[in-house]
């Protein structure tokens, strides 16, 4: 990280300054006291001469205290001092010395150190115990009191970004729009020649781990110019108005080292959209700071040279001011790649890493659909590890699968040790699951069945894989869908007349996919052509926040729980028929799983060939 360049004094030198300042004054109010008793009006007398002149008579009066006696002279000495002061001596040991007529006094003990052990070290104790407490309570050293109103972006300059856009794939719409900013950081004269202005604020929305921040740092490589990078939350603090001075401080910043980008990660931290909160107010901290990031923005002038940059998965939660032309103009969408985009990514994930000659890249990506940027920098880490594991020269084929499974599935947990009866539940279930996908045309490819736990509570698993990205599905896709997840529990019922706890997640996804045809899609005759689902926008399924309300009333519920258990139920008996139709070879491929625990692709097609019995396209009329 690099500092930000200015005329401040650093902060090491203010401390040292500080501390000399409070030496230099303890010390000129000790000489100042040293002085005035040097120079006080008073004589000080050994006390063998003060009782001369008390018994002279030239004392008019007496002052005792318990170490000292203070005189005051009838007539001013030749010094023109009219009091005098000795300190006491003991009555015995004055009455001997008198015997002899000498002169005798008492040294009084040094008061130096008493001095500065009674009120120089506590006051430095004092500033110690407040220093410390002040920086405890405000954060680690750096985070004073005195720069609480700072902004904590980390900046690091045109030097130390060596990521480029070669650093990043699987993006490519996402990138020709970003390279526009690139080109007006380089040369933004020539760039507006036509008048054109740059967007205010560009806001890259998707899923986490799909590369938004790295898509950042990769522009400000790319432009050679400063990068201001931090999180939404570190404007937020405890004390109101803290997060605002941070935004204004954070713009000045950006704007004295213009050219720059100002990248803001997780906005929905601090851009929540207002009063949706019930608890909240005009004076709550977050709303004052999201009320100055607005009046920055608005007076933010594009043709400085000052990009602003954000980053959020949850846009739907956004305030709408954030949104509108003028602030945040262009919102750029970061999507989990395709086929072709994985197979980018995992090449540039590869780069370092061994592979075999017959390892296909392109095999790899079939077999994971849905997975994010971050997701195929796992799987391929996770491969290296298990060819490691194994002492194997290279990375295989069937280290990415493993890898593949532990993403999916979990950790396998072999001591996790089921008895005779659980596994021969769990292998009947899953290869159920297997020819009931197997026996409906269109489904995902089978391409591997395991009893072995895996996971926090999976006791076996079917793996399938699409043959190719799909972004629509049909109503007879989603029943199907419904089909292959009762087959599990179909064959429990034909095999074991009973059902266990073990599809408990079949259930839950069953219901899921239920309740989309019925309430989002507008798919079962009898609802119309309507969604019932809350109107709120939910960009990316993140619909926790805005749960709870629904929109239509309780006959029409009752209608919609009627129409889902009938739509759930006709799909389970397609199911039994399938498992029924197939019963013979599931038995067989089932005693084969428990012998093997793990039956692969290959171990199954001997299986598929033979005759299985086809349903009927399925046509539910709900």
Not at 98 to 122: M, R
Not at 278 to 295: F, R, W, Y
Not at 539 to 563: C, P, R, W
Request: proline letters at 4%.
């Amino acid at each position: 990280m690099a500092d930000i360049k200015n005329n401040k004094i650093p902060e090491n030198k203010v401390k040292k300054i500080n501390i000399s300042y409070y030496i230099i004054m303890f010390v000129v109010i000790f000489l100042i006291q040293e002085f005035y008793n040097r120079n006080a009006i008073y004589e000080t007398l050994p006390y063998s001469e003060f009782k001369s002149l008390l018994s002279s008579g030239k004392i008019k009066e007496v002052v005792v205290s318990d170490t000292e006696v203070r005189g005051v002279l009838k007539e001013p000495g030749p010094d023109k001092k009219s009091i005098v002061l000795s300190t006491l001596v003991e009555p015995t040991l004055s009455n001997e010395f008198d015997k002899f007529n000498v002169k005798y006094s008492k040294v009084p003990d040094s008061t130096l150190l008493k001095s500065i052990f009674s009120w120089v070290v506590p006051t430095f104790v004092f500033f110690a115990v407040w220093i410390y407490l002040s920086r405890k309570f405000m954060g680690q050293a750096g985070n004073s009191f005195l720069n609480i109103g700072k902004s904590k972006a980390k900046v690091f300059v045109e030097k130390e970004i060596k990521i480029t856009f070669n650093d990043v794939a699987g993006v490519d719409e996402a990138l020709e729009e970003l390279k526009e900013i690139v080109a007006f950081l380089k040369d933004p004269v020539s760039y507006g020649r036509l008048g054109a202005k740059m967007p205010k604020g560009i806001l890259l929305v998707g899923p986490p781990g799909t590369g938004k921040t790295l898509l950042a740092k990769a522009i400000a490589g790319e432009a050679k110019v400063p990068f201001f990078s931090i999180s939404g939350s570190e404007f937020v603090e405890m004390f109101v108005g803290v997060g605002a001075a941070r935004v204004r401080d954070l713009f000045e910043q950006a704007r004295s080292q213009s050219p720059c980008i100002i990248f803001i990660d997780e906005l929905d931290a601090l851009g929540r959209a207002r009063g949706i909160s019930p608890i909240s107010s005009g004076h709550d901290e977050k709303e004052q700071t999201l009320n100055q990031l607005l009046s920055e923005l608005d007076g933010f002038d594009s043709t400085t040279g000052v990009i602003l940059l954000a980053a959020t998965n949850r846009p739907e939660i956004l305030d709408p001011a954030l949104l509108r032309s003028g602030r945040f103009d262009r919102q750029v969408l970061i999507d989990r790649p395709d086929k072709s985009g994985r197979v980018d990514i995992l090449k540039v994930h590869v780069k370092n890493i061994k592979m075999a000659k017959d390892l296909k890249l392109e095999d790899v990506a079939a077999l994971t659909p849905g997975f994010t940027g971050a997701d195929l920098a796992n799987l391929v880490n996770e491969a290296a590890l298990s060819a490691t594991r194994k002492k194997r020269e290279f990375v295989l084929p069937e280290d990415f699968t493993m890898a593949i499974e532990r993403i999916v599935a979990g950790l396998e947990k072999k001591s996790r040790v089921l008895n005779e009866k659980e596994k021969k539940i769990v292998a009947y279930h899953e290869i159920g699951h297997a020819f009931v996908a197997i026996s409906l045309p269109g489904s995902d490819k089978v391409r591997k069945v395991s009893i072995i736990p895996r996971g926090i509570g999976a006791l076996g698993y079917t793996l399938q894989s699409p043959l190719e990205d799909r972004y629509l599905m049909t109503k007879e896709e989603l029943e199907n869908k419904i089909i292959i997840l009762l087959g599990g529990r179909a064959a429990e019922k034909i095999f074991f007349g009973n059902f266990s706890t073990g599809s408990s997640d079949d259930i839950a996804k069953v219901t899921q996919v239920a309740r989309g045809i019925a309430l989002k899609y507008g798919m079962v005759e009898g609802l119309g052509h309507i969604s019932y689902e809350d109107p709120t926008e939910k960009f990316l399924g993140t619909s926790d926040y805005f749960d709870g309300h629904k929109n239509y009333s309780e006959k029409v519920a009752e209608q919609i729980d009627k129409k889902i258990k009938e739509l759930v139920d006709v799909a389970f008996e397609k199911a039994i028929t399938i498992v029924r139709n197939n019963q013979v070879i599931i038995d067989m491929a089932a005693k084969e799983l428990l012998q093997k625990e793990t039956l692969s692709e290959e171990d199954l097609k001997k299986y598929f060939k033979l005759n299985i019995l086809y349903l009927p396209k399925p046509e539910l009329t709900i």
